[in-house]
Structure formats: C-alpha cells, structure tokens
C-alpha cells in the first residue's frame, strides 16, 4: 500500500472514531500524503455509513484545517440513468458471484432501498471519478471496522475489496491501521471476521492455482 492510500485509510478509519483530535490529524496526513480530491471522496462517501451530520461535520472539520474551495470532480448535469447504470457495474465488481443473490435479498427488504443502492451507493457515489474503486473499498473495510453493529456490511466490503484489486496484503495493512484508530475491543471483532474471510479467500485461491 502506498503512503497516499495509507493516508486516505487512516482517515477513513478516524471518521468512524468520535475523536475530533484524532480526526484532525488525520485529515493532516491526508492532505500532506495524498492528492486532495482524493481525501475529500473519502469525506464525501463516508455519509453513506455515517450520516449526514456526520460527513457535514467531518467536512466543516477539513475546510478549517486545510481550507481552499472543494475539490468538485463530478459533472453537475449527470443524469441519474448514469448513476444507474454506472451503479450496477460497480456493484457488481464490487460482489462478484453474489451479486445478483445481493439484489434479490436487498429488493426483498424494500424494492426502493435496492434501487437507491444501485443508484445513489454504487453510482452517485461510490463510482464517482476521483478515487479508485480499490482505494475507496480498502477506506471502506477502515472505517467499518470501528463500527460492530455494521459486521455484515463489513465482510460484503472485506471480500469487495479483494474483489476489485485489492491483494490480502493491502487489507491486512488497512485493517491494522483501524486497529491502530479504534478501541482494542471495538476492532477486535472485526480483526476476527477479516481473519476468515482471508482464510477462505488465500484456500480458494490455492484451489484455482491447482485446477
């Protein structure tokens, strides 16, 4: 993992933490170690885990630490059949072979929530320009991590992440740097949950390897 996406992980991860101190530093390695559209994405996309007042404070939080005006990268004249489209693609690089069995159960819960998931998660947001799909999965699975009441969510984004780019390695790494941002027993869940999910990504591989 490089220096600018440790930074963007960190930052991530502190987003989830109710530590404004921390949450400073944070956006301060971010804006030294990585490009600045690229921290505010992180910013930006965290409402979808945290909230609205969440993101607006994190947001009014990095304008008094970094300042200059916001890093805008999308058109505003997109249409929302591009972030439907856009949105199904993403999420399905996003879930792979579950993808579909994804769709059926979130439709199940309330046809509107899956297409405000497909539109307003996967492609208003998390297929933005400005950040790579694998950068933001590896923030994702950081800032999830603080979050015990999130673990499903957590392991759809432990195994997006590999998904999308990410090698064993890199969520190794973003899941120590939460570790090093969240309480010993918040995180401690979520270290056990990634420990599985790696096991069973590390076999399957090996499997393929050997067909």
């Given amino acids: 993992m490089t220096e600018s996406t440790a930074a963007l992980v960190r930052l991530a991860a502190a987003l989830a933490r109710d530590d404004r101190d921390m949450l400073g530093d944070a956006m301060t390695r971010a804006a030294d170690a990585a490009p600045r559209v690229q921290a505010e ?58 993808y579909e ?16 998931m ?21 923030c994702i699975v950081a800032l999830l991590a603080g979050m015990p009441a999130a673990g499903r969510q957590l392991h759809s ?15 190794d790494e973003a899941m120590a740097l939460a570790a090093e941002i969240h309480p010993a027993e918040t995180v401690a869940p979520a270290l056990r949950l990634w420990a599985g999910v790696r096991a069973r990504w590390l076999r399957r591989g090996q499997a393929e390897d050997g067909a």
Wanted: hydrophobic fraction near 45%; charge should be negative.
């Fill in 101 to 116: 069995r994804l769709r059926q159960n979130i439709a199940a819960l309330h046809p509107d929530i899956e297409r405000w």
């Fill in 41 to 98: 994405e992180v910013l930006l996309q965290s409402f979808l885990f945290l909230g609205y007042p969440a993101t607006l404070r994190a947001l009014a939080l990095w304008r008094d630490r970094v300042g200059g005006p916001p890093a805008a990268v999308a058109p505003a004249d997109e249409e929302r059949a591009d972030w439907r489209a856009r949105g199904e693609q993403v999420c399905a690089a996003v879930y792979g072979e579950a």
């Fill in 157 to 171: 984004h432990l195994r997006g992440a590999l998904n999308v780019g990410a090698s064993a390695d890199d969520v």
């Fill in 118 to 138: 497909l539109e307003e998660g996967y492609g208003k947001v998390l297929g933005r320009p400005g950040l790579g799909l694998r950068e933001r999965e590896l």
